[in-house]
């Protein structure tokens, strides 16, 4: 059956199946909203306060930050697949403890070990997608992780409020979504039986005969001999005798070369940029944001209809991100992003100062659908594609999991501080993500080099030689989507002439 299918399209069906663990993060960052708003479970946790609510919220995002540094060394001691599986494992624990919570300590327990396991996928299912894409469609590969999220916030958002209408006042209201989110696990825990080991994995460890088969399984259906294939493997082999040495001491390469910190300070930003935006503001007290703009009987379904907005939007990334590249979806996402959210911030001060229509309130709605939209084409899925592929092969693991990090960070300071924010400067909140898409806009354009198209293999020296300031380099290469993959085949192909030429002599 595999040998049957084009390669292409057996990566991006291995890339799919990790990309349930992003489903994982989907689902539990959208269920949320439903689980607080539920009658039964705030007397279950038996609290209403704004800071309890806030890190039962919140401990899902900062047990991801702690579990994001182990899992780079996982990934690199164990391998990505044996690390992919740990976390499905850990997860499964955590929804059960969640499940059957009987208080706000044992809720916020399983959300903070679930949490490990988000922060270890968040680490692993891009690093793995990008290590066996293509590099024309590296950057589809990697933004799956984006669309398997808005899968899974989509599925917890019709879950929940399925539930809400069903079962309102009960324990099957929040137990139920709660106890769907273990589902998706299953495929991550199966993951160590069913898909190819990374290749460039196998050539850190010293195994280059598993490497080019792996390679080969992947991209020419087994044909080891391929010349796409053979060239794929003779620059990843020369790449990494350059890169052994620092596969033993990455921390301090990291630190201590110029290049790889810039690398690692950008992904950092872009991690840090993306929650600035506010679309966990969003996400997770969708109740309290709908409701304060006329529409608390239907907050809950008004956030579901979002999520399937958001659903289409990272479909379409998925289907174009390679043919736009990165820098523009950066760059115009966040000044849309900003605008959108300018003229929702003008709309919910009208009801916070004691007017607000009917139409001002449709008109809030349809900025933050407008807002989703743009996030879920242009901004989130970039904050998983463009930091693990700028990374060379002896630090990604490492890197990845610094810059991972910083999205659980920001993530979890969103979720703790958001409540208290509405409670105490309401509207004026928006105005924080109004300026900082703004920022980041400018940031992007100044700052970030286009990598569509290109090897894995050769972002170090783009990075070293690409000046600072992106718009004063004029010398940079324009590199199409297809270019890389035809320059290898020419190359494989000329590699086996002169093997056939040298064998004759």
Same mark, same amino acid.
């Given at each position: 059956?595999?040998?049957?299918?084009?390669?292409?399209?057996?990566?991006?069906?291995?890339?799919?199946?990790?990309?349930?663990?992003?489903?994982?993060?989907?689902?539990?960052? $959208?269920? /949320?909203?439903?689980?607080? *708003? @539920?009658?039964?479970?705030?007397?279950? =946790?038996?609290? !209403?306060? %704004?800071?309890? &609510?806030?890190?039962?919220?919140?401990?899902?995002?900062?047990?991801?930050?702690? $579990?994001? /540094?182990?899992?780079?060394? *996982? @990934?690199?001691?164990?391998?990505?697949? =044996?690390?992919? !599986?740990? %976390?499905?494992? &850990?997860?499964?624990?955590?929804?059960?403890?969640?499940?059957?919570?009987?208080?706000?300590?044992?809720?916020?327990?399983?959300?903070?070990?679930?949490?490990?396991?988000?922060?270890?996928?968040?680490?692993?299912?891009?690093?793995?997608?990008?290590?066996?894409?293509?590099?024309?469609?590296?950057?589809?590969?990697?933004?799956?992780?984006?669309?398997?999220?808005?899968?899974?916030?989509?599925?917890?958002?019709?879950?929940?409020?399925?539930?809400?209408?069903?079962?309102?006042?009960?324990?099957?209201?929040?137990?139920?979504?709660?106890?769907?989110?273990?589902?998706?696990?299953?495929?991550?825990?199966?993951?160590?039986?069913?898909?190819?080991?990374?290749?460039?994995?196998?050539?850190?460890?010293?195994?280059?005969?598993?490497?080019?088969?792996?390679?080969?399984?992947?991209?020419?259906?087994?044909?080891?001999?391929?010349?796409?294939?053979?060239?794929?493997?003779?620059?990843?082999?020369?790449?990494?005798?350059?890169?052994?040495?620092?596969?033993?001491?990455?921390?301090?390469?990291?630190?201590?070369?110029?290049?790889?910190?810039?690398?690692?300070?950008?992904?950092?930003?872009?991690?840090?940029?993306?929650?600035?935006?506010?679309?966990?503001?969003?996400?997770?007290?969708?109740?309290?944001?709908?409701?304060?703009?006329?529409?608390?009987?239907?907050?809950?379904?008004?956030?579901?209809?979002?999520?399937?907005?958001?659903?289409?939007?990272?479909?379409?990334?998925?289907?174009?991100?390679?043919?736009?590249?990165?820098?523009?979806?950066?760059?115009?996402?966040?000044?849309?992003?900003?605008?959108?959210?300018?003229?929702?911030?003008?709309?919910?001060?009208?009801?916070?100062?004691?007017?607000?229509?009917?139409?001002?309130?449709?008109?809030?709605?349809?900025?933050?659908?407008?807002?989703?939209?743009?996030?879920?084409?242009?901004?989130?899925?970039?904050?998983?594609?463009?930091?693990?592929?700028?990374?060379?092969?002896?630090?990604?693991?490492?890197?990845?999991?610094?810059?991972?990090?910083?999205?659980?960070?920001?993530?979890?300071?969103?979720?703790?501080?958001?409540?208290?924010?509405?409670?105490?400067?309401?509207?004026?909140?928006?105005?924080?993500?109004?300026?900082?898409?703004?920022?980041?806009?400018?940031?992007?354009?100044?700052?970030?080099?286009?990598?569509?198209?290109?090897?894995?293999?050769?972002?170090?020296?783009?990075?070293?030689?690409?000046?600072?300031?992106?718009?004063?380099?004029?010398?940079?290469?324009?590199?199409?989507?297809?270019?890389?993959?035809?320059?290898?085949?020419?190359?494989?192909?000329?590699?086996?002439?002169?093997?056939?030429?040298?064998?004759?002599?």
């Amino acid at each position: 059956m595999v040998g049957q299918l084009s390669p292409k399209l057996y990566t991006f069906l291995c890339a799919v199946f990790v990309a349930s663990g992003a489903g994982l993060f989907g689902y539990d960052l $959208g269920v /949320i909203a439903y689980v607080l *708003a @539920a009658p039964d479970f705030v007397k279950t =946790v038996d609290t !209403t306060n %704004a800071n309890y &609510i806030g890190f039962i919220t919140s401990s899902l995002l900062l047990g991801a930050f702690v $579990g994001t /540094i182990p899992a780079s060394y *996982a @990934a690199d001691a164990l391998s990505r697949r =044996v690390a992919l !599986t740990i %976390a499905g494992c &850990i997860f499964i624990v955590g929804g059960v403890i969640q499940t059957s919570t009987q208080n706000k300590e044992q809720m916020m327990a399983g959300r903070f070990i679930a949490g490990l396991a988000i922060g270890q996928l968040g680490v692993l299912v891009p690093l793995y997608q990008s290590e066996i894409a293509h590099p024309s469609n590296r950057g589809q590969l990697t933004a799956l992780f984006q669309l398997s999220l808005g899968i899974g916030a989509f599925v917890a958002g019709w879950i929940g409020y399925g539930c809400q209408q069903g079962a309102m006042g009960t324990q099957i209201q929040w137990r139920v979504p709660l106890a769907f989110q273990m589902l998706p696990a299953i495929p991550i825990v199966l993951c160590l039986f069913v898909l190819p080991e990374s290749p460039r994995w196998l050539m850190i460890k010293g195994r280059p005969e598993e490497a080019l088969a792996s390679l080969a399984r992947l991209h020419s259906r087994g044909n080891i001999n391929d010349r796409l294939v053979q060239a794929e493997f003779a620059t990843i082999s020369a790449k990494l005798d350059e890169e052994q040495e620092m596969a033993s001491r990455a921390w301090t390469v990291i630190f201590r070369d110029g290049a790889n910190l810039r690398k690692v300070f950008y992904g950092v930003v872009l991690q840090f940029s993306v929650q600035m935006t506010g679309v966990s503001a969003i996400q997770y007290y969708a109740n309290t944001v709908y409701s304060s703009v006329g529409f608390a009987k239907n907050a809950l379904l008004i956030n579901s209809l979002n999520n399937v907005n958001g659903l289409a939007a990272e479909a379409l990334c998925v289907l174009f991100l390679d043919r736009v590249g990165r820098r523009p979806p950066l760059i115009y996402g966040n000044l849309a992003a900003s605008v959108a959210f300018a003229v929702a911030t003008a709309m919910a001060k009208q009801f916070a100062t004691g007017g607000g229509t009917k139409g001002e309130g449709y008109a809030f709605v349809v900025m933050i659908f407008i807002y989703n939209f743009v996030f879920s084409f242009c901004i989130g899925p970039l904050s998983w594609v463009y930091p693990v592929e700028i990374m060379n092969t002896a630090v990604r693991a490492k890197a990845t999991g610094i810059t991972t990090s910083a999205s659980w960070l920001a993530n979890f300071m969103i979720g703790q501080v958001t409540p208290k924010a509405f409670d105490s400067i309401g509207w004026k909140y928006y105005l924080v993500f109004t300026i900082c898409s703004m920022t980041n806009a400018i940031f992007f354009y100044l700052f970030f080099p286009e990598t569509r198209g290109r090897t894995l293999e050769e972002m170090d020296e783009l990075f070293r030689t690409m000046k600072l300031i992106v718009p004063l380099d004029k010398s940079a290469e324009r590199v199409g989507k297809h270019s890389r993959e035809e320059q290898l085949a020419i190359a494989g192909e000329l590699k086996q002439e002169v093997e056939v030429q040298h064998e004759k002599l």
